[in-house]
């Protein structure tokens, strides 16, 4: 049975909505090579954004979009590797072609491809020297900007999960290489992303370090509430069920608008109704993915501290003046200048996300309403 609503995969086609501003400034960067970051929480839409950024330039002959996905590389050479086969790839798009281009553009890194199952996907690996030999790494830099003055086309790599780089044996010196190299790019330009809001943060808007001030950075926003209530009516009819304003509403203020979770509950709610929905039926459904998260988030609180719980707690109950006494004594935070080190952890858990103004925010809607209402 197909359902209308998507979670945990790219929203694309019907299942995506909204993002319009997002979408044409992308296509506005992207068309005149301005570098680009952006940054959003776990699961608020960047990777179904730039898909859809790379869908609108499918047909443009004049530009090429590579994506490269780092979440699975733990060390530069794995980078490497995907970063070269990536770029062949959006630059061919036959399989004998892309064979041919391994063998042309980094024939002396003897590259051997190996197809890794039925469906023609490859791996794309590179001799016993490769990782001794640093020159290589220039080499493979270099490609996406002698592909281009090859070919006359233009290209934008993008590079999701960018944060990833921080975990590699030298990051700072790693981002130096990358700046190098790619500042000198004139038909390329580069689109990274990624998550963990702080660490992107140091490695773009720090003065001290080598990807201070690359590019444009954009932070991503939730889809509004109306946004939600049209796109989730819509969704339900066209699957010839129906649901109220009101029961779609619910659906966006239980999950504080959050894009996955907003998608899941509306699936929940879908799957529960017959022909007509309502807002029973939407607390129904929320009780149930709360019910299905709660062994989790128990997981989650055995590895805090007291203190570090009690902090979440405040965050949850909408505490912004963390040093006043009252709030200290009220919830155990012991002294006030504990509370920097509680952010910080909190913070690289992925936990909260400290928004511009300094405002503080639980990043799971329903860790939220679970600490709340059921934890407490
Ligand atoms: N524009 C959109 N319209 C509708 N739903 C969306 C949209 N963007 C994201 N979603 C919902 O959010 C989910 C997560 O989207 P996506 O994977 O693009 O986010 P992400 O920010 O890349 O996540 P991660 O940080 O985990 O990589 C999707 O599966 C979908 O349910
Ligand atoms: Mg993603």
């Known amino acids: 049975m197909n359902t209308p609503f998507v979670y945990g995969r790219i929203a694309d086609k019907e299942n995506f909505t909204d993002r319009k501003e997002e979408l044409e400034m992308l296509i506005q960067n992207f068309s005149g090579l301005v570098n680009t970051i952006i940054i959003s929480p776990r699961r608020w839409g960047k990777t179904s954004l730039v898909n ?86 220039d080499e493979i830099l270099e490609l996406p900007q002698v592909i281009c003055k090859d070919t006359g086309r233009k290209m934008v790599v993008c590079i999701d999960e960018f944060q990833n780089i921080h975990e590699y044996d030298t990051p700072i010196a790693f981002q130096r290489k990358l700046r190098a190299h790619w500042q000198r790019h004139s038909d390329v330009c580069y689109c990274l992303y990624g998550s963990k809001r702080h660490m992107l943060l140091d490695i773009f808007n720090n003065y ?132 920097k080190n509680l952010k910080k952890v909190a913070t690289e858990k992925d936990l909260i996300d400290i928004l511009p103004g300094n405002k503080i925010e639980l990043q799971d809607p329903v860790f939220e309403y679970w600490l709340k209402h059921i934890y407490r």
């Open 52 to 137: 859809q950024v790379v869908k609108h330039f499918e047909t443009n002959k004049s530009i090429r979009i590579c994506q490269v996905d780092i979440f699975n590389c733990r060390t530069e050479e794995q980078f490497y590797q995907a970063y070269a086969h990536a770029i062949l790839k959006a630059n061919t798009s036959v399989w004998d072609d892309f064979i041919a281009s391994v063998r042309k553009y980094l024939g002396k890194l003897l590259p051997s491809v190996t197809l890794t199952d039925a469906a023609q996907t490859c791996e794309l690996t590179f001799g016993l020297n490769f990782k001794e030999n640093v020159l290589t790494y």
């Open 208 to 339: 001290d370090m080598p990807f201070y001030k690359f590019g444009n950075i954009m932070f991503l926003h939730k889809i509004e509430r109306e946004e939600w209530i049209k796109f989730i009516q819509t969704r339900f009819q066209e699957s010839g069920k129906s649901i109220s304003p009101e029961a779609c509403g619910t659906i966006a203020d239980l999950m504080k608008n959050h894009p996955y979770y907003t998608q899941q509950l509306s699936q929940q709610t879908w799957l529960r109704t017959d022909y007509e929905s309502n807002t029973d039926i939407v607390n129904l459904a929320f009780q149930d993915i709360v019910g299905q998260l709660s062994l989790l988030f128990a997981n989650l609180i055995d590895t805090l501290t007291p203190k570090q719980i009690n902090f979440l707690m405040a965050v949850a109950d909408g505490v912004t003046n963390f040093s006043s006494k009252e709030v200290l004594t009220k919830y155990q935070l012991g002294t006030s200048a504990n509370i």
